[in-house]
């Protein structure tokens, strides 16, 4: 990735190593990604400007997400991410439809007074009747609370920002399978969400969405006004804050070079296979995409700076292997 000369110098491993592993981390995806294109690499560097330490450098590549790409709903335009000057890490349009996979926090409708009334009633009578979550026809009281519950929450979702997500294909494809498996650890682990649950002392309230990819085709297509020529991405670094637990993957040829998540759970083993996570169009959630509620109450493996760093390594190792990847990234010591 093209930077100025000032974060040039930051991001270098001599310049990181003081500032802690997880800034260490960081900084070394900046290095490693190849899917930012030199005019969006400039912008970003005249945006965040002359800044001298990476708790600046930090607070400013925030301030970039809030101005780029976590872009209000009401803002005419698209997040960059699916803007032309972001071509270089776009994926084809004409990806074959399939099934997407995301997980979603919603512990923050329960402590929203507009909201938490619905959020409560909402769970209730499906948790424990998740059977009745993935039905095409309920009653007409069930219905309506299905309907009003995702209005709600679709209020809620202020930002139009990307929506990480990954395939139900690459977790056996069987949706019903999948679902009377352990859901909300797993995707946890398998999508490397380091931040979930935030406290031991407090399990998560999940859910389980599912959308297609003619959902987001759809989504994007009905937004012509606001510059996007892309609904499908893969993740680059300045798509997200800043983080360890985020790694770039090599840019492959050919409209299908996603990104590849690092799996929590991988505690020792160079990876022979990865997860593949992309960045879709934001699409409104309709009753028929939430497919499951579940907690994620247990703690990962990764929450030491030590066990990020090592698994990291690992990761890097498994990606130098894919390939032309050989000298992909930088394991290091």
Known sequence: MLLSHQLQSLASDAASLSAGTAIRCATANHRWEDAVSDERASEYSVYVGDV???TDWKAEHKSYLGSFVHVP????????????????????EQLDNTYLLRLESLGFLFDNPLISGISTNFWQRFF???KDLRKDTLSDSDEALRIEFMAQWNTQRTQARPLFATFLND???????????????????????????????????????????????????????????????????????????FIPAPLQPGGESYGYTLDL???????????????TFPIEYQPR??????????????LEDEAIFDARNRHVQGLQKLSGCDRFGEVLA
């Open 52 to 54: 001298t330490t990476h």
């Open 289 to 302: 995409h939430i497919k499951a509620l579940g907690f994620i109450s247990s703690e990962h493996a990764l």
């Open 265 to 279: 759970a991988n505690h020792s083993a160079v990876p022979e296979t990865f997860t593949p996570e992309l960045l």
């Open 128 to 130: 424990n009747s998740q």
């Open 171 to 245: 977790f056996g494809g069987d949706l019903a399978g999948l679902i009377k498996d352990d859901w909300p650890h797993l995707l946890r682990d398998r999508l490397g969400l380091t931040h979930w649950p935030s406290s031991s002392n407090q399990a998560l309230p999940v859910a389980l969405m599912c959308y297609t990819l003619d959902d987001v085709r759809q989504a994007r297509s009905m937004a012509t006004k606001k510059g996007a020529v892309a609904s499908f991405t893969r993740p680059t670094v300045l798509d997200a804050e800043m983080s360890a637990a």
């Open 73 to 92: 709903l009401d803002l005419p335009r698209s997040a960059e991410t699916f803007m032309a000057v972001n071509s270089r890490a776009h994926l084809s």
